[in-house]
């Protein structure tokens, strides 16, 4: 066939060649499984879940109102009366309540009805409550800076709110049309924008490559450029952060993001007045802030301002006073004098060390409350607690407490009021428990005797139980273990393994194995109500993978396998499959592979490569061709990620993980294959998945190669069945395949 793609004319979603296809390819698949998904016990579970819609309705908070209430807000979404979405308000003590009582601020749903513009909500930028003079005793947010996007495109509208008045801003609004535009607040009367209304230079990425400053009451055309990026950046940006209640200074930072894990920042300290229009007389009154400097941080590291403390977070390896001094590891999180180090620069500082990652341990991230950081650490891709106190005029961080064992759970922090408050909530979700929702309060980890690190065994930070959700299947007789393969060069590869308590060891248990490794994602615990009704209900046995080319133990986890290195993942995901059947828990005929996106191209490898190792696969929205993934809208990340195609990358390894490109005709006998997908993706076009299955199906001719294909095709559609429906057809053809293979075996020894 040569460099010729005959199976390119599949990419173009709109074309007659690809919907006869599709088509064709649907009535195959559902003809040779039998039964549709929808008369499938699963399927009717699976949508029960969905349609009950029973969601946590997560909160942040607004600030207190006059009566001393906290005010709450919420965006709520759901199938019968907010499909879009609506914005919220209630107090504490509603939202503890069963039935909470919310006062509608922004129905998107009646918006888009009202203006006959489909209306899709892109968040809200708050007025810092330090920064407005009518916050009264700073208590509570006034405004905020809502982006609405038509039918959900790129670009956005920006419309401002006023709490006060529970209703957009009439009189000298901040409100710009549609466009690819960012915004903050300076403050009240300023704004920091980033949009292509004015700028027509786009960076390479298409975003705005500079930054204005507008002041209200005045056009928008007429606005100052304060920063300009470069095309070959990806965006620009800038903000200002005020750490005056924890005692520190005011902070403007601009930045240019050069690539997707590399930025460059410029800082400088300022006044109050600095903040205010420039005709304002307080701003006349005082000399011009002093000249941006640019941090001389290592360009994959993120910052933050704690009080008078700049918090550097490492990707990598970092050496301050270049070679002489001290080296701080990859995955470190490092602190010093904010003030001495935009002045003077990195040499000859004193650093302090926050978190110090060993073997297995990163941080995930850390959270500012307004005298404690609340760190999210993973420990062997088990989760605790960490808890920093800002002290000495917030000029340094000690730990004071930590959970004292790690779990076997995902947990998610969010700090309450950082003006005020050393609250925060927490989310926590295991793999056989729904989410659990409540409040804490990092200063109840405080002791004081300052040699003391509390450790707590019963979550000692807790204040209450707020919510929580049912659980959509019985997990009492599971358990959760965790295991370790080693892979060929012996890296240890960690997985989890959820199985019936006294399952037998015969190798003819059904068993599911799942990995994702790329682009730094990590797989945790996570709870998913699909899996345990249409896997384990029916009694099998689910294996999730942390391989290589995630994120669970940091940078190098990610980075040992991307581009040269992608193969890494393989032989890590062959690892663990080869390890469950060596400790008996199944063979190669009663193993399936699962995995979407990038998780879809590891299956595809593994089933080009190592046919011999499963008895079936389902690839889900799968990259497949890594020669024209440039072509089928793929993102600058998956050049980082894979290599370029276009270049040297391509022969030199690329071509070597790309599945479309490495079919093997001399393989006669290959397990059954699924693959799914949607015209609607927009994370991965359909056309790769397509073209994979015609070219098996026509190399296929006179071999036993069963591959089954569904995509949908439909625009618009009910998102609950249409994902019951791919789920049930999934895992009732996975199910179906290794049970009726383990029953072969089973008749073989003579068992039952």
């Known amino acids: 066939m040569g460099d010729e793609d005959v199976y390119q004319?599949?990419?173009?979603?709109?074309?007659?060649?690809?919907?006869?296809?599709?088509?064709?390819?649907?009535?195959?698949?559902?003809?040779?499984?039998?039964?549709?998904?929808?008369?499938?016990?699963?399927?009717?579970?699976?949508?029960?879940v969905l349609e009950e819609e029973e969601k946590l309705p997560l909160i942040s908070q607004l600030g207190?109102?006059?009566?001393?209430?906290?005010?709450?807000?919420?965006?709520?979404?759901?199938?019968?009366?907010?499909?879009?979405?609506?914005?919220?308000?209630?107090?504490?003590?509603?939202?503890?309540?069963?039935?909470?009582?919310?006062?509608?601020?922004?129905?998107?749903?009646?918006?888009?009805?009202?203006?006959?513009?489909?209306?899709?909500w892109k968040?809200?930028?708050?007025?810092?409550?330090?920064?407005?003079?009518?916050?009264?005793?700073?208590?509570?947010?006034?405004?905020?800076?809502?982006?609405?996007?038509?039918?959900?495109?790129?670009?956005?509208?920006?419309?401002?709110?006023?709490?006060?008045?529970?209703?957009?801003v009439k009189s000298d609004p901040f409100n710009l049309p549609e466009g690819r535009t960012r915004v903050s607040?300076?403050?009240?009367?300023?704004?920091?924008?980033?949009?292509?209304?004015?700028?027509?230079?786009?960076?390479?990425?298409?975003?705005?490559?500079?930054?204005?400053?507008?002041?209200?009451?005045?056009?928008?055309?007429k606005s100052k450029v304060v920063f300009e990026g470069e095309n070959s950046d990806i965006a620009v940006g800038s903000y200002v952060d005020d750490q005056r209640h924890r005692k520190g200074d005011i902070f403007e930072v601009q930045m240019r993001r050069l690539g997707v894990n590399a930025s460059k920042y410029w800082v400088r300290k300022i006044k109050p007045e600095?903040?205010?229009?420039?005709?304002?007389?307080?701003?006349?009154?005082?000399?011009?802030?002093?000249?941006?400097?640019?941090?001389?941080?290592?360009?994959?590291?993120?910052?933050?301002?704690?009080?008078?403390?700049?918090v550097v977070s490492l990707d990598s390896e970092w050496c301050p006073d270049k070679g002489k001094g001290k080296t701080?590891?990859?995955?470190?999180?490092?602190?010093?004098?904010?003030?001495?180090?935009?002045?003077?620069?990195?040499?000859?500082?004193?650093?302090?060390?926050?978190?110090?990652?060993?073997?297995?341990?990163?941080?995930?991230?850390?959270?500012?409350?307004?005298?404690?950081?609340?760190?999210?650490?993973?420990?062997?891709?088990?989760?605790?607690?960490?808890?920093?106190?800002?002290?000495?005029?917030?000029n340094k961080l000690r730990l004071v407490g930590m959970d004292k064992n790690p779990q076997i759970r995902v947990n998610h922090v969010q700090v309450v009021d950082p003006y005020a408050s050393n609250e925060f909530w927490l989310t926590t979700m295991a793999t056989l428990n729904q989410a659990r929702y409540g409040s804490a309060d990092a200063a109840k980890m405080d002791s004081s005797d300052k040699k003391v690190i509390r450790k707590t065994g019963s979550e000692g930070y807790m204040v209450r139980k707020l919510k929580g959700l049912s659980e959509a299947f019985e997990a009492s007789d599971l358990h959760v273990l965790q295991k370790i393969a080693k892979s060929v060069d012996g890296t240890e590869i960690p997985y989890f393994l959820i199985m019936k308590k006294g399952?037998?060891?015969?190798?003819?248990?059904?068993?599911?194995?799942?990995?994702?490794?790329?682009?730094?994602?990590?797989?945790?615990?996570?709870?998913?109500?699909?899996?345990?009704?249409?896997?384990?209900?029916?009694?099998?046995?689910?294996?999730?993978?942390?391989?290589?080319?995630?994120?669970?133990?940091?940078?190098?986890?990610?980075?040992?396998?991307?581009?040269?290195?992608?193969?890494?993942?393989?032989?890590?995901?062959?690892?663990?499959?080869?390890?469950?059947?060596?400790?008996?828990?199944?063979?190669?005929?009663?193993?399936?592979?699962?995995?979407?996106?990038?998780?879809?191209?590891?299956?595809?490898?593994?089933?080009?490569?190592?046919?011999?190792?499963?008895?079936?696969?389902?690839?889900?929205?799968?990259i497949l061709d890594l020669k024209r993934f440039k072509q089928m809208d793929g993102l600058e990340s998956w050049v980082e990620e894979f290599g370029d195609p276009d270049k040297r990358d391509w022969e030199k390894f690329i071509k070597d993980f790309s599945p479309y490109h490495n079919i093997d005709e001399s393989v006669k006998k290959r397990p059954p294959i699924l693959f799914t997908t949607s015209s609607g993706d927009k994370r991965v076009r359909a056309g790769h998945a397509r073209k994979m299955v015609n070219k098996l199906w026509d190399m296929s001719k006179g071999r036993k190669w069963p591959a089954y294909y569904y995509e949908e095709m439909q625009s618009n559609s009910d998102d609950a069945k249409e994902y019951a429906f791919a789920a049930s057809l999934a895992y009732d053809f996975l199910y179906r395949t290794l049970h009726k293979n383990a029953q072969k075996e089973r008749k073989k020894a003579g068992g039952k």
Not at 281 to 297: G, I, T, Y
Request: one cysteine or more; charged letters at 25%.
């Open 9 to 48: 004319h599949l990419e173009d979603d709109s074309g007659s060649d690809a919907i006869h296809f599709v088509q064709s390819a649907n009535r195959l698949t559902m003809t040779a499984l039998g039964s549709p998904p929808t008369t499938s016990p699963s399927y009717s579970k699976i949508l029960d």
């Open 64 to 120: 207190i109102d006059e009566s001393g209430k906290r005010i709450l807000l919420n965006f709520w979404k759901d199938d019968a009366d907010h499909p879009k979405g609506v914005w919220r308000r209630t107090t504490l003590e509603s939202y503890e309540d069963e039935d909470t009582e919310w006062t509608d601020l922004v129905d998107v749903d009646k918006l888009s009805k009202d203006e006959g513009i489909s209306w899709i």
């Open 123 to 168: 968040g809200a930028r708050m007025l810092a409550r330090g920064r407005d003079p009518t916050s009264k005793d700073n208590k509570m947010t006034t405004r905020a800076l809502i982006s609405l996007s038509r039918e959900g495109t790129d670009t956005v509208e920006i419309r401002e709110f006023d709490f006060r008045t529970s209703d957009f």
């Open 185 to 221: 607040y300076k403050s009240p009367d300023v704004l920091l924008v980033s949009s292509d209304l004015e700028d027509h230079t786009l960076t390479k990425a298409g975003n705005p490559t500079t930054i204005r400053e507008w002041r209200r009451g005045t056009g928008f055309s």
């Open 274 to 310: 600095h903040m205010l229009p420039e005709d304002d007389p307080a701003r006349k009154a005082v000399a011009d802030p002093p000249s941006f400097q640019e941090l001389q941080v290592p360009d994959d590291a993120e910052i933050n301002f704690v009080g008078n403390l700049l």
């Open 328 to 394: 701080f590891s990859e995955g470190s999180i490092v602190y010093v004098n904010a003030h001495k180090f935009i002045k003077y620069g990195p040499t000859d500082r004193i650093y302090h060390v926050m978190f110090q990652p060993s073997e297995g341990t990163r941080c995930e991230s850390y959270h500012v409350a307004q005298k404690f950081i609340v760190c999210s650490v993973q420990d062997n891709i088990k989760s605790r607690l960490e808890f920093y106190k800002l002290e000495k005029d917030a």
């Open 503 to 622: 399952t037998q060891l015969d190798k003819n248990n059904p068993t599911l194995l799942h990995a994702y490794g790329g682009f730094g994602v990590s797989l945790g615990p996570n709870y998913s109500a699909a899996t345990g009704i249409a896997w384990l209900d029916r009694g099998g046995v689910y294996v999730e993978a942390n391989v290589r080319g995630g994120g669970e133990f940091g940078p190098t986890w990610h980075t040992a396998a991307v581009r040269g290195r992608r193969r890494k993942s393989l032989e890590d995901i062959v690892a663990v499959a080869e390890d469950l059947i060596a400790t008996r828990i199944c063979r190669p005929k009663t193993l399936g592979l699962r995995g979407g996106l990038n998780g879809g191209l590891l299956v595809a490898n593994v089933y080009v490569s190592r046919p011999d190792l499963f008895g079936a696969a389902h690839c889900a929205f799968p």
